[in-house]
């Protein structure tokens, strides 16, 4: 695009200004600055081809709102060189080598261009022009007064992993579904693409299921939760809510439409209290249960018997009813043998299936059911407790989280693997030393930590295997996060400092550098009132 000369004239008269930061995070594989800027005006126009048409107008709302120009989509072939200012969204095969989700974006005096073989591109282009944009474009009136330049700069760039990944649990204390929406808004920003959906557990049953309406009507209340940090005392206040069949499909659509995958997770046969509640005949005991009301690994656990077995493929029919993802997580953590141990049922099963133990019955559960997803199209997902007491069903994903010995396992196994180490992922652990830190769960996983994060161990390192490591994710556990502020404050920055681990270059990352784009990037959080906490240490 060459400059006309009236911005040309401009650009001249603009060489005294300061030149406008760049600051994109995650940081892009190649970025360049040119001489001059584009600057949007009553004019600007969008153009986009065919198929792209969801990326253009979420742009558009955004501009036209923050802005207060009409930004018009002007149709037509997006190659004739019209004179009209234009941000332009183009699909453009000689760029397959940069892969589906890979981008070039061109700003200059002319004009913005953002070129990508496929849609995932598109959008992540845009995720980087809305960085290179004032932080006012993220407020939700026009600011006065703004001037809307966007330094001219070229950019190539793609992911350097495919799961770059952000877990919530809402069981430990739910979460509105506006704030499940601000959450994927805030990891599209970041070129996050996989939401881990921890929709169940021992605390609270999250999800309409059809066929077992008590689930949701009594599996999603509790009539109270731990007071503070103390063990023993309760706080007296019931707590609850569920998201409905309609609330889910609204959710995995909107996260579609920013190119995320929902990944739901459903816990069984251990933190799965709720459940027991709800259908008490699903457990190994008469003993009463209630939805728990403490934290912790709960040794009340599902029985295997093949009455529990068709609940589960019928809830997870629905799951795939509601979820288009290619993958169900089950959970499988923390399973306390003592029931089974106990249970003459369960034993009797286990002689029945060939399990020497515990953790070959769970094992053979975990079977049954990832061949069951598999029936249905879907791949299991599992904490890398899966690993224990026999193979996994082929083409199982593992989630490694008590470190990455789990994932080493795992991809040396020929399994994929997403790695999730409470050492660096945990974000539910505290992330400062300082007085006033609020109450969290334990451990220590400050910024510097987690963007030192490496998801390919060592040994891994120029070995076929490494590509097993499909990406990493950072955890929100909220035993210690009671309402989506809170959830803010310990996901932000540390999950920018995650999607750099999992999009940039390992070559190119670098703390100090980092620390300086965060500083303009809080001014965007600032502008969303994203409750995050500001780094002490940030320049
Ligand atoms: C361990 S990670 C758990 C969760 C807790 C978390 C708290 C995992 C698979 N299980 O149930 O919420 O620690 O940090």
Known sequence: MAAPLAAAVLLVSQAAL??????????????????????????????????????????????????????????????????????????????????????????????????????????????????????????????????????????????????????????RHFMPKRAVLDHLDLMALHKLNVFHWHLTDDQGWRLQIRKYPRLAEVGAFRCESPLGSDREKGD????????????????????????????????????????????????????????????GISERVLNVDERTIAFLTDVLDEVVDLFPAPYVHVGGDEVPPVEWEASPAARARMREVGARSAEELHSWLNRRIGAFLASRGRRLVGWDEVLEGGPPVPGSVVMSWRGTKGG??????????????????????????????????GGFVPLEKVYAFEPVPPELEGMESASCVLGAQGQLWTEYLPTPEHVQYMAWPRLAALSEVVWSPRELRDLADFRARLAPHLQRFDALGVRYRRPSSAP
């Open 236 to 295: 007296g206040a019931r707590h609850g809510g569920f998201y409905t069949q309609d609330d889910v499909r609204e959710v995995v659509r909107y996260a579609a439409e920013r190119f995320i995958t929902v990944v739901p997770e459903i816990e069984m046969p251990g933190h799965a209290q709720a459940i027991l509640a709800a259908y008490p005949e699903l457990g190994n005991t008469t003993a009463p249960v209630e939805v728990w009301t403490r934290w």
């Open 18 to 171: 300061p030149a406008p930061p760049v600051a994109v995070v995650p940081r892009p594989a190649r970025i360049e600055r040119a001489e001059g800027s584009f600057v949007l005006g009553p004019t600007t126009c969008l153009r986009a081809d065919a198929g792209l048409r969801r990326s253009a107008e979420l742009l558009q709302e955004e501009l036209r709102r923050a802005t207060g120009f009409p930004f018009p989509f002007v149709e037509g072939n997006p190659n004739d060189a019209s004179s009209a200012p234009a941000i332009r969204l183009r699909i453009d095969r000689s760029l397959s080598s940069l892969g589906s989700e890979g981008y070039r974006l061109t700003v200059d005096p002319a004009g913005v261009e953002v070129a990508s073989s496929a849609p995932p591109g598109i959008f992540y282009g845009v995720q980087t022009l809305r960085q290179l944009l004032p932080p006012e474009l993220f407020r939700r009136t026009a600011t006065p007064g703004v001037r809307w330049e966007i330094p001219a700069v070229r950019v190539e760039d793609s992911p350097r992993f495919s799961w770059r990944g952000s877990h919530l649990d809402v069981s």
């Open 408 to 441: 080493l396992e795992a991809a040396r196994a020929g399994h994929d693997v997403v790695m999730a180490p409470t050492t660096h992922t945990y974000f539910d652990y505290y992330q400062s030393k300082e007085p006033g830190e609020p109450l969290a769960i």
